[in-house]
């Protein structure tokens, strides 16, 4: 898919999707009723994967997580 990022429609259109279906690793925690390591914890074992993850090491690294996953993870994981 093409994206013409110089459209400010378009632009616009890619800013809102983003804010509305992408969360960050705390943001997602919150929605997942985790704290954060549980959270990364829950990340590691591969029962949440990221929608988005740079190729960054460390802080570096950025994950984002799809709103929709996050909510149906919140509703069947374990208690």
């Known amino acids: 898919m093409k994206i013409d990022t ?3 429609t378009e632009r616009t259109a890619i800013q809102q999707w983003i804010t509305d279906n992408l969360l960050s690793t705390e943001d997602a925690a919150k929605i997942t009723g985790q704290t954060i390591n549980a959270f990364r914890q829950s990340v590691k074992l591969r029962l949440v994967e990221p929608f988005f993850e740079s ?7 950025v994950r984002l997580y799809l709103k929709a996953d996050m909510e149906n993870y919140a ?5």
């Open 6 to 8: 110089n459209n400010p």
């Open 55 to 61: 190729e960054g090491k460390g802080p570096a690294k």
């Open 75 to 79: 509703k069947n994981k374990r208690k």
